[in-house]
């Protein structure tokens, strides 16, 4: 099993320009969810899905936007970049999303992602 | 809104005891989680805690739970240099189930 897989690992974007990152479990998880993390402020959440089917906003979801497109994928893009959006995106998975707390979360390698 | 914070650093002797500290301000807080985060990789799960348990062990690892002061500690006993990462602190509550991370600690392992 691959776990949870993002791709690229690495983008350099200029201001402006657009771009999806994608990410991808094989572990057959109901919920799966985009963050953020930046020095000093540890990771934020930007968008997360349930269940396949549904998106949410997070804490910081300006300038961004997800497909869940089927159970298996969920992408985070990007329509116009911005300096401030330089960080380091991790894409997440859980197995059950329900009220009392979720699964612990399974994360991806990262996507390292400069704007200048 | 939830909130979750650590102390930034930590620096110890190989063979020595870590102790990790978190406090959390969430009291319907559910699950608490360690994730360990080595350099250019994702967070990896190390433990966790139920909020109706003080405390829990798995081989060099504890993690107690003070409920009533919102402290949650993680201690590594014999830390090895491989130990060296960051550890987040991070909890889980009834409001939709999703997660809240600290900052991270990071701990550096002397040989």
């Known amino acids: 099993n691959a776990g949870v897989t993002q791709t690229p690992k690495f983008q350099v974007l200029k201001t402006g320009q657009s771009m999806t990152l994608q990410c991808a479990q094989d572990?057959?998880?109901?919920?799966m969810y985009w963050y953020r993390q930046d020095p000093g402020m540890g990771l934020r959440l930007i968008y997360y899905?349930?269940?396949?089917?549904?998106?949410d906003k997070g804490e910081v979801p300006n300038g961004y936007n997800v497909s869940r497109l089927n159970k298996r994928e969920f992408s985070l893009r990007l329509e116009s970049a911005a300096p401030s959006q330089t960080s380091v995106y991790f894409c997440?998975?859980?197995?059950?999303?329900?009220?009392?707390?979720?699964?612990?979360?399974?994360f991806g390698n990262g996507t390292r992602l400069t704007v200048t | 809104g939830e909130d979750v914070e650590q102390s930034l650093f930590l620096s110890v002797r190989e063979g020595d005891s870590s102790v990790i500290n978190c406090t959390y301000t969430?009291?319907?807080?559910?699950?608490l989680y360690w994730y360990k985060q080595e350099p250019g990789a994702g967070l990896q799960l190390l433990t966790y805690?139920?909020?109706?348990?003080d405390m829990k062990q798995d081989q060099r690892l504890t993690v107690l739970l003070n409920k009533k002061d919102k402290h949650l500690s993680l201690r590594i006993a014999d830390t090895q240099t491989g130990d060296s990462a960051i550890y987040f602190c991070?909890?889980?509550?009834?409001?939709?189930?999703?997660?809240?991370f600290g900052d991270g600690t990071t701990l550096t392992v002397k040989p």
């Open positions: 997440a998975s859980s197995e059950i999303f329900r009220q009392g707390g979720n699964s612990p979360l399974h």
């Open positions: 572990m057959n998880h109901n919920s």
């Open positions: 899905s349930a269940s396949e089917g549904t998106t």
């Open positions: 969430d009291s319907s807080s559910t699950y």
């Open positions: 805690i139920f909020s109706n348990m």
């Open positions: 991070a909890e889980s509550n009834t409001n939709a189930g999703k997660s809240t």
